[in-house]
Each structure stands twice: as C-alpha cells, then as structure tokens.
C-alpha cells in the first residue's frame, strides 16, 4: 500500500536557490527542473493525490508548447486558460511561455451567479483577451464551450489537447520585455482590462516579493488560493517555480467545504512554512474552530513563519481572534505579514518585514474622509493597519488631487513606480493612459506613508460623498458587523439617490432571521446604528443570505452590488407593513 502511496517533494535539494534572477521566466522554469522540488496536490482531507515535480512539469510544458505551435498558435497569440488548480493548467501555462504565447488565466464558477453568469463573465472576458483558443477542465465542458462559441474562440479541453500530436519543432526564445501574460483584475468594476504582464515585471517582483519575506532554504509554500487571482497566480504558482520551492496545494472549493484542512496541512509540513491569505480565510477559521477543544492536539503551526495577508482590508480584530483561537498550536501572531499589492503592479508593492506582524494605528474618521470634525460630537476612530514597506526596486508616493506630494501620515492617492509595473491594459489604451503616468502608477487606493512604511484607508471609487461629506464604506459595513450575528462579507455599503434627487446612504444586509417581527426589529437596528455613524437617515434592504456578490477572488463587490440592486436584480425581503 505504501508502495503506491506519492511522496511529496522535498524542501532541500544541492541546487543553490536563486531568487528569481532570471531574464525570463522559461528561463526559471528550467532552473527549477534541475531541482528534485515541485507542486504537490493535495484532495479535500489533505491527503495528497499527486507530487509533480518541476522537471516533469517542464516536460510537459515543451510537449503542450509542441502541441500549440502544431494547433497554429504562435508568438503573442493568447490562450485562455480556465484556471483549475493542478498539473494540467500547470502544463498549459509553461507550455504558453515556450511557445512564446501569453496565457490568460480565467476563472472557475463559483456559487455566486449560476450557470448564465458564469457564461456571460467569460464571454466579456474573452472578448477582452480575443484568444485563439479556450481550454478547460472537461466537467465544465457545456459551460466554457457555450462561452468560446458566443465569442467565436476555438474552444477544447485540455484531457482531449493533452492526447493530441507533439511534433518537436523550433522554440521561439523569449526577450525580458516580451509579455509573458494577461492578467484579468477581479476587482475591476467597467469591462474587465487585462493585465499585460512582462517577464521583467514578473521576475522583479518575485524577486523582490522573496527578498522582503527572507525566503528560505527549507520555507515550504501550502496553499488555497485560486490560480485567476494575482495572489495565487502570482504568489503561490510561479514564485515557486521561480525561487525553487516546494508547494502545497488545496483546492480553492476544498477550502470552501473544509477551511482547516489548509491549517492541517500546515501542521504536516516538515519545513517553515509561508501561506498566504484574505482576511476572511483567517476569519473563516477561527470561527469553525471557536466550537472545538483540542486545537494543540490537532495543529502544530509553530513552523508557519509568514502568514501573509493581503487581497481586501486587513481586519485587526479578525487577526486577533486567529491569535487567540490557535496560540495554544503554537501559532505566533509575530508570523502575520501584511502587504499591499495590484495586479497592475503584478503583485506586491509593499510587504512587512519578517517578525514585524500588525501594527496598527488608531486614526481619526474625519481625518480619514476629509471632512472637518464635528465638535458636538465625539470622536470615532479606525484602527489602520501597516502593510509594511516598498519592495526592493519599488517606490511609494502619496499624491493630492493634484498631483502634490504629501507628507507623512498625510493621507491622498497611493502612487508607486518600479519595474515590476503594468506594461498596460491590454489594447485599451485610454484605461492605460488614465492609470500610467511618466512610469507611475495611480493604484486607485487611498492611503498615507509613516516612517516608511505604507498605511492603506480604502479605495478612492468607492468613497460615499453626501451633502459634501466623506464616508468610507467599511465604516458603515464594519458598524453593523458589530451587532450580533454578522459575519464578515454580510453587508456592502454604497451610495443611492433618493426620490428628491439626494444621495443617500443605502445597506444591503444578509438576513438570516425568519421571524416577520424580528425582521422588523433588525431592519430598525441597523438604521439606527448607521445612522449613528453617519448622522443621517439611510436605506436599509435585508437580503438572502449569499445574495451578495463577490469578485473571482472572494471579496465584496459593492459596485456590482449597488448595480444587481439597482436593476431589480438582487431582491430585498419584504417587511411587515406597519399597523
């Protein structure tokens, strides 16, 4: 039985680790192949399924690169890439990069939206990337064959691509300031842009992403983080290829189902362990195991040396409750490493240095919208959290609505500059222009620089402006968080204009109450307390529970919020009239 069983690959092997100082990144595939490391692939228990190592994942790469330039695709052509996580995505991609064409990684269905959405979101996405061709999973196959049919793309899963002729043939050689892929922002709120990402930009990055966590000779990565999304792309995929790191992978929907199977596999590793995560999967976790004893029985985190957080908001109090639920596991909260990052900067700008954890500091709201503080009423304040400082080659301003500089724990526009920046939007030159100034890049975030290090506020679009005043949604969202039974992710705030033609504040809230009367009770609740926050009247819809929609990367869109609720799309519950 034990025969049969694979074996992980290792941590440790003689070939010297290089940080990803490659002029491509075939280059750094080939490097990696020369390791006995890969990518291990775990089912939903933990139990592993497959190890594949860098040299066959190289193998098979050229055969699929053989495979494509066969099929008629050539340099700069695109492949759209249903991004599963395991080896025949894995393949695809590295074959793209020796074929000299760029992969687009798409995203999977998620429970969110049905079988339609899911079709209408890769038909906008492949009218963006116009690839040559589409390859998916087979179990998807209606799915993703309806899209490349509604786009015109050829359209193939990769079981029935993988079985095809591979005649060897000539290899174009790839040039540092080639595009290596496009990457599609989950966040983006007008039709979707792709990323157009160099091989510089990527092997800057991880280079300097590796150097600001100190990777090490035995650091192991484990990971849940789906393959469309820049931090899972990016961070958990090809920086192990890159850096020569071994990899553990759980499934993004096994986490789903089973969130502390991420946290045994942790437990498991012989290494030091770097794993990655948005607040709601530390969040998720500390939850599911508030109801259980024995957590030092069944985790050992002792070795989890960077818990890195990034991708939404970073919640100090969801970071402490992790503290609190797992220190007897030998967890330390000196392991958190907070980071600000984009896709347009391929990854990360900014990362805490090891050992340093959360810092927070205590910021006043009215400081943090701009507007001139009330003195009748008392202050309120916001823990802001520090993302630590730019990575080797990166630099961090923070500009006014001017374009002025300003000066520490001044808050404006968060701008950053380096080589690991955006080639562009691909063939959307306006977007780029908007964003793209003289090498720098507008990232869109509002924050302030301390002492070096960079605090982020929110994202300037979704700032609420009423009557000339300044509200951040996440105060108004994290306000009603404090009444009992909210979990994080259950409201999205945003801005509607009323009968008279006002803005005013608008709350869609998951409801899980069921009593008409209770309804009623917590529908009041919750424009109380906003109203508190705000000092003025808002609309309050309580909606199903999962009604909200989320990004490809599982954070709240409250513009596509605002839009389904606009549109009639996302229906509130009715209340009791009253007497």
């Known amino acids: 039985m034990t025969d049969t069983q694979p074996k992980p690959t290792p941590n440790d092997c003689p070939l010297p680790r290089r940080r990803a100082d490659f002029g491509t990144f075939a280059e750094a595939i080939d490097y990696a192949a020369r390791s006995e490391k890969g990518l291990n692939f775990h089912d939903m228990r933990g139990d592993l399924e497959r190890a594949y190592t860098f040299r066959e994942m190289r193998e098979d790469g050229i055969a699929m690169a053989y495979r494509l330039i066969a099929a008629g695709i050539g340099k700069d052509d695109r492949v759209a890439l249903i991004a599963e996580t395991g080896a025949e995505f894995a393949a695809l991609f590295c074959g793209c990069i020796y074929a000299g064409a760029w992969p687009v990684p798409l995203p999977l269905p998620t429970t969110f939206g049905g079988k339609e959405g899911y079709i209408d979101q890769l038909v906008v996405q492949l009218q963006s990337a116009d690839p040559k061709i589409l390859f998916y999973p087979a179990e998807i196959a209606e799915m993703a064959q309806a899209a490349a049919d509604r786009q015109g793309c050829e ?102 189902r089973r969130p502390l199977a991420w946290l045994d596999l942790i437990s498991r590793n012989p290494g030091h362990t770097l794993s990655y995560s948005p607040t709601f999967g530390y969040d998720i976790c500390a939850r599911r195991i508030s109801s259980q004893s024995h957590v030092s029985e069944r985790f050992d985190l002792s070795r989890w040396r960077t818990a890195g957080n990034g991708a939404d908001m970073i919640r100090p109090d969801v970071m402490q409750n992790f503290v609190n639920a797992f220190a007897e596991a030998g967890f330390k909260a000196s392991a958190f490493t907070p980071s600000y990052g984009l896709a347009e900067a391929t990854l990360a700008v900014t990362v805490m240095p090891p050992g340093e954890g959360i810092r927070v500091e205590l910021v006043e709201e009215e400081r943090l919208s701009g507007t001139p503080r009330d003195l009748s009423r008392p202050a309120r304040y916001r823990a802001i959290v520090n993302c630590g400082k730019p990575l080797p080659g990166m630099e961090v301003e923070i500009r006014g609505e001017q374009g002025q500089l300003k000066g520490d724990h001044q808050i404006g526009k968060v701008w950053c500059r380096g080589e690991s920046v955006m080639h562009s939007y691909f063939r959307n030159e306006e977007a780029t222009n908007d964003c793209l100034v003289d090498g720098w890049l507008d990232t869109g975030d509002m924050g302030y620089l301390g002492d070096g290090y960079l605090f982020i506020v929110g994202r300037a679009k979704d700032m609420i402006i009423i009557n000339g005043k300044n509200h951040w949604p996440q105060d108004i969202e994290w306000a009603v968080e404090q009444l009992p039974g909210f979990n994080h992710g259950d409201i999205a705030a945003f801005s509607v204009e009323a009968e008279n033609g006002e803005e005013v504040p608008a709350v869609l809230v998951h409801c899980r109450v069921s009593d008409p009367e209770e309804r009623v009770r917590l529908h009041d609740q919750i424009r109380d307390k906003v109203r508190s926050i705000t000092g003025m009247n808002c609309v309050v819809e309580l909606v199903p529970p999962r009604t909200l929609p989320r990004t490809s990367s599982g954070k709240l869109s409250r513009a596509k919020a605002k839009r389904l609720y606009l549109s009639g799309e996302i229906e509130p519950i009715k209340l009791l009239e009253a007497a």
Not at 182 to 207: D, E, I, K
Not at 236 to 244: K, M, T, V, Y
């Open 155 to 256: 359209g193939m899963s990769w079981e029935d691509f993988a079985h095809g002729p591979a005649p060897e043939c000539d290899l174009p050689k790839a040039q540092p300031d080639d595009i290596c892929y496009l990457q599609y922002s989950s966040g983006s709120t007008r039709f979707p842009t792709g990323v157009a990402v160099t091989h510089r930009a990527l092997l800057h990055n991880l280079y300097g992403h590796a150097t600001g966590v100190d990777l090490g000779g035995d650091d192991r990565v484990v990971s849940w983080l789906p393959w469309y999304h820049d931090m899972g792309l990016v961070g958990c995929f090809l920086s192990p290829i890159a850096n020569q790191v071994s990899c553990d992978y759980l499934k993004t929907e096994h986490f789903a």
